[in-house]
C-alpha cells in the first residue's frame, strides 16, 4: 500500500500485516494506571503535592510520563481522512461531591459490615490442622509472628511452606480498613500547615494529610515525619527531607519509621500498578535500594507493627500435594512436607487483604446459593427459547441454573446480557444491569430496551441510582449483571457482594482482552482462572472493520482489513512533533469534513500522560485550537472538555459550564456536578486527550489512537486492543512506531498483576 500523494485526499484503507521481529523490552509492571509522583525529585528537595492530572489513578506505562506508544501496521503508509463518559454522576443530578461523600459512607458502612460478619463467625479457621513435620512447625511459627512469641525472621528466611488453608493471613483477626477521608477543621489544617512550613513543605498538603491523618495530623508529622508518605504524590526523597529537616540528625535512612513507611509505600505503589501483594524477597530488594542497611530487619518491624500482613498462600496444598507423592513413592508424610517445594512469601495491606478475602468468600456464598437463588421457580427455559440469539438464550440457562455466571464477549457480545436483564424483568424478577460509566448504562439501556433497568456500578452502590437497599442492608434486587467486569477492583468487588443478599444471582460480563482496572486487582481475570463459576463464552462477533480488526488483535494478529467507508485510517508521523500537529488537525478538521463527526464526539487516546505527545501535549494543543482562553477558571474555561474524578479509580467526562465562590460547575452527561475550589487542582483534569485506561468502558463515534516513536514500551496487546475499540464509526491510528506495533500485538500481553484471589477462590472451603 502506497501513501497518498500530495495533494491528494483520499484516505488510505487499513493497515497491512508486517512480519513481526523480536519484541523489545517490556516495562516493568505495566498493568493497572498509576497517579505520576509530583513535585521536586531528588534527595533534599521539598515534598510536593500530588500531580492534579494524575488523580485518574492510571499506572504503568501511562504513569511513566514518557511512553507515547506507537500507531499502526506496518506497511500501512496512509494518511488522514481528510476526503472523506467514563463512571457516570448519580442519575438523581445531584452534585458531584454529594454523590461522593454517598459513596464515601457506603464504603464505610459495608466495611464495618465486613468486619463484623467476620467476627461473628464461631473462630478463627484452623490452618493446616492436618500438616506434620517442618510444615506444622512452621505455621506454628508464622503465628506466633503476630504475638511476638517468635521473631518474625523465623517466618521470612525458612525455605519450607506455611500452610495457610483458605489463605488466611498470618493475623487471624480481621484487618482493620483503610480509614476514609474525612474533613477536617480549620484549626487542624493550620496546625498542619505550621508543622509543614517548619519541614519546608508546601503549604498545599495541609488539607490532604489533615484529611488523611486526622485531628492529631500536626502531631504525627512532629513525631513520625514520614506519614508524610502517606499523601499521594509525595516521593521517599521528599519525605526524607521533609524529616531531616524537622528532626536533623535524629533520623537516618535506617530509622524504624522511615523503613515501616517504606515498606507501606512500595505496596501502595505496588497497588498503584495493580497489584494487591508482592513478594517479600522483592520487597526487601526495593528497600535495599532506597538506601535501608537491613531490609531484611526493616521487613520483620513493618510486620511487627503491623503494617504490613505476611501470606503464603497456596502451601497446605502444596504440602497436601508433596504428602501425596511421598505416598505414592512410599515415603511418609513428615519426609513428604519436608521436601514440599518452597511457596512464594508475600506481603501485603491489610485494606486489599481483607477487600480480597470478603470478596472470595462473598463469591462463594452466591456461587453456593444458586440451588435456591430467587427466582429458582421462573420458567428459565422458556426465556431462553425467545432470546435474540443463540449466546443470548445460553447465558440465559446458565443464570436460571446458578447463582454466579461469567460471560466473555466483545463490543457485540453487550446484547447478551442486556437479553438476560430484560428476560429476567419478564419472569417479574428485580433485575438490574449495571456498567461503570455513564456511556455504557446508557448503551446498555438502549439494549434491554427500558432506562430503568440499566445503573452505573457507583450509583448504585451509593445509592444514587437502582433500587436502594433493604433492613438489612443489601441491595433490592434478585438478578445483577455488571457489565465490563475487567475494570472490577478488588475493593469496589467486595463491597459488591457484600451488598447482594444470599439467593441473589450474579452473572459478570466483559471482554478479557481489554485493559484491567484502575484499582488493585485482576477480579474478572481471577474469577476465569480460578473457575469458580460457569463460563459463558459469547460466539457473537463484532461487526465491521473496526470490530475485525479488534478482534484479530485480541488473537495476536494485526490483519488487514478492507475500510470502503474509511471506517480505519492510518496516518503516518515521523516524530511526537508530528503527532501533536496531526491529532489536532484529525479532530479539528479532517474527521468531521470527511466523515461528519464533530469534533466533541472525536476522542483522542494515546499511552502516557508525560512527554512531548502524551495526554498534558495533546490537551494543550486541541485546548488552544478547540476552546482558546486564558483559563481563568483554575486553568478551565467554559467550554473545556474535562474529566472528573469524584472517587479514586473513577474518570466522569464533563465540559466546563462556570465558576464562581461555589467552585467549579460542570456538566457530566446531563447531570450538574459542582467540583469545590479546593479538590478542583486534584479531580478536574482537561480530557479531549486520554489514556487507554481512562476510556476503558467508553465509546465515542470516532477515536484517534497517538502512538509516537518514544512509547513502544509502553504498547501491549491489552493496551491496542483496548484503544483501537474505542471508536464506534471511524479509528484513525497516528503511527510513529514502525514495527513495534505488530511486535506488541503478536508478543506483548498483558503484565501479570500479583493477586490472591484466584488462590482463595481456588482453597478448599471450610464445612
Same mark, same amino acid.
Given at each position: 500500500? *502506497? ?6 485526499? *483520499? ?7 508486517? *512480519? ?8 516493568? @509492571? ?37 511512553? !507515547? #506508544?506507537?500507531?499502526?501496521? @506496518? %506497511? /500501512? ?7 472523506? $463518559? ?14 461522593? =461523600? ?9 466495611? =464495618? ?15 493446616? %490442622?492436618?500438616?506434620? #513435620? ?18 518474625? /525472621? ?9 500452610? $495457610? ?26 496546625? +498542619? ?46 519525605? &526524607? ?72 498462600? #497456596?502451601?497446605? =496444598? ?12 512410599? *515415603? ?17 495491606? &491489610? ?21 435456591? $437463588?430467587?427466582?429458582?421457580?421462573? &420458567? ?19 443464570? #436460571? ?43 446498555? $439501556? ?26 438489612? %442492608? ?7 449483571? +455488571? ?52 463460563? +459463558? ?29 474509511? !471506517? ?70 467554559? %467550554? ?69 516513536? &518514544? ?34 500485538? /503478536? ?14 477462590? !481456588?482453597?478448599?472451603? @471450610?464445612?
Amino acid at each position: 500500500m *502506497t501513501a497518498r500523494p500530495p495533494g491528494d485526499d *483520499t484516505p488510505a484503507a487499513a493497515p497491512a500485516t508486517p *512480519t513481526p521481529e523480536a519484541p523489545p523490552e517490556g516495562p516493568g @509492571e505495566e498493568t493497572g494506571d498509576a497517579p505520576e509522583a509530583s513535585g521536586t525529585e531528588g534527595a533534599g528537595a521539598a515534598p510536593g503535592p500530588g500531580a492534579p492530572a494524575d488523580a485518574e489513578g492510571d499506572t504503568g506505562a501511562e504513569a511513566s510520563g514518557d511512553a !507515547e #506508544g506507537e500507531a499502526g501496521p @506496518e %506497511g /500501512a503508509r496512509s494518511t488522514d481522512p481528510d476526503a472523506g $463518559a467514563e463512571t457516570g454522576a448519580g442519575a438523581d443530578g445531584s452534585p458531584a461531591l454529594s454523590e461522593a =461523600e454517598a459513596e464515601l459512607a457506603a464504603q464505610r458502612a459495608l466495611r =464495618e459490615r465486613i468486619e463484623q460478619r467476620k467476627a461473628a463467625k464461631d473462630g478463627p479457621i484452623e490452618a493446616g %490442622g492436618k500438616l506434620s #513435620g517442618a510444615a506444622a512447625d512452621l505455621l506454628a511459627a508464622v503465628r506466633a509472628v503476630e504475638s511476638g512469641d517468635k521473631p518474625a /525472621a523465623d517466618f521470612f528466611d525458612s525455605a519450607a511452606p506455611a500452610p $495457610a488453608r483458605r489463605a488466611a493471613p498470618v493475623r487471624e483477626r480481621a484487618p482493620r480498613p483503610a480509614p476514609a477521608p474525612r474533613a477536617a477543621s480549620a484549626d487542624t489544617v493550620g496546625a +498542619v500547615a505550621a508543622v509543614l512550613a517548619a519541614g519546608g513543605a508546601p503549604e498545599a498538603l495541609a488539607r490532604p494529610a489533615a484529611e488523611r491523618l486526622g485531628e492529631r495530623a500536626a502531631e504525627l508529622l512532629r513525631e513520625d515525619p514520614w506519614h508524610l508518605l502517606a499523601l499521594p504524590g509525595v516521593a521517599p526523597e521528599q519525605a &526524607d527531607a521533609f524529616a531531616r529537616a524537622l528532626l536533623g540528625t535524629a533520623c537516618g535512612p535506617d530509622d524504624e519509621r522511615r523503613t515501616a513507611a517504606l515498606t507501606a509505600w512500595l505496596l501502595e505503589q505496588a497497588a498503584l500498578r495493580g497489584h494487591t501483594a508482592q513478594d517479600a524477597e522483592r520487597v526487601r530488594a526495593a528497600l535495599a535500594a532506597r538506601g535501608v542497611g537491613d531490609p531484611a530487619e526493616a521487613v520483620r518491624h513493618a510486620v511487627a507493627e503491623g503494617v504490613v500482613l505476611v501470606f503464603q498462600d #497456596g502451601a497446605e =496444598e502444596a504440602a497436601a500435594d508433596g504428602a501425596q507423592d511421598g505416598a505414592d513413592d512410599g *515415603t511418609d508424610g513428615e519426609a513428604a512436607d519436608e521436601a514440599a517445594v518452597p511457596v512464594q512469601v508475600l506481603l501485603g495491606l &491489610d485494606r486489599y487483604a481483607l477487600a480480597e478475602e470478603s470478596l472470595a468468600d462473598g463469591l462463594a456464598r452466591l456461587a453456593d446459593g444458586g440451588g435456591a $437463588a430467587a427466582g429458582g421457580e421462573a &420458567d428459565w427455559s422458556r426465556a431462553a427459547d425467545a432470546a435474540p440469539s443463540p449466546s443470548a438464550a445460553e447465558l440465559i440457562r446458565a443464570a #436460571g441454573a446458578h447463582g454466579l455466571v461469567a460471560h466473555t464477549g466483545g463490543e457485540a457480545a453487550r446484547a447478551e446480557p442486556a437479553a438476560l436483564v430484560a428476560a429476567a424483568r419478564g419472569l417479574g424478577l428485580r433485575a438490574l444491569g449495571a456498567a461503570h460509566s455513564e456511556d455504557g448504562r446508557r448503551r446498555l $439501556a438502549r439494549d434491554i430496551g427500558d432506562p430503568e433497568s440499566a445503573v452505573t456500578l457507583a450509583g448504585l452502590l451509593s445509592g444514587a441510582e437502582g433500587p436502594g437497599r433493604d433492613e438489612e %442492608g443489601a441491595l433490592a434486587l434478585d438478578l445483577l449483571v +455488571v457489565l465490563d467486569a475487567p475494570q472490577l477492583d478488588v475493593e469496589t468487588g467486595a463491597m459488591l457482594v457484600e451488598s447482594l443478599a444470599d439467593g441473589t444471582r450474579l452473572v459478570l460480563s466483559g471482554d478479557p482482552g481489554v485493559l484491567g482496572s484502575a484499582g488493585a486487582g485482576q477480579v474478572f481475570a481471577d474469577v476465569l482462572a480460578a473457575r469458580a463459576c460457569p463460563r +459463558v463464552v459469547s460466539r457473537t462477533p463484532d461487526a465491521g472493520p473496526i470490530g475485525e480488526l479488534v478482534s484479530g488483535i485480541g488473537a495476536g494478529e494485526l490483519n488487514q482489513v478492507a475500510a470502503p467507508g474509511k !471506517e480505519v485510517v492510518i496516518v503516518p508521523v515521523r516524530d511526537a512533533g508530528e503527532a501533536v500537529h496531526r491529532t489536532v488537525q484529525l479532530v479539528a478538521d479532517s474527521v468531521p469534513r470527511a466523515l461528519g463527526v464533530p469534533s466533541g464526539d472525536t476522542q483522542v487516546i494515546t499511552v502516557g500522560h508525560g512527554g512531548s505527545a502524551g495526554t498534558r501535549a495533546l490537551n494543550e494543543a486541541l485546548k488552544q485550537r478547540l476552546n482558546p482562553g486564558p483559563g481563568r477558571f483554575g486553568g478551565f474555561d467554559p %467550554g473545556d472538555r474535562v474529566a472528573h474524578v469524584p472517587a479514586p479509580g473513577r474518570t466522569v467526562p464533563g465540559v466546563v459550564v462556570s465558576a464562581d465562590a461555589d467552585g467549579l460547575h460542570l456538566d457530566c452527561a446531563g447531570v450538574p456536578v459542582v467540583v469545590p475550589q479546593e479538590r478542583v487542582a486534584g479531580s478536574v483534569r482537561h480530557a479531549w486527550a486520554l489514556s487507554a485506561h481512562q476510556a476503558a468502558g467508553m465509546r465515542w463515534p470516532a477515536a484517534v489512537v497517538v502512538l509516537p516513536g &518514544d512509547a513502544a514500551r509502553g504498547l501491549s496487546r491489552p493496551w491496542v486492543y483496548t484503544a483501537f475499540g474505542r471508536g464506534e464509526r471511524h479509528l484513525s491510528v497516528v503511527h510513529g512506531v514502525d514495527q513495534a506495533l505488530p511486535r506488541a500485538v /503478536a508478543e506483548v500481553p498483558a503484565q501479570e498483576r500479583t493477586t490472591r484471589l484466584r488462590t482463595l477462590l !481456588e482453597a478448599p472451603q @471450610e464445612p
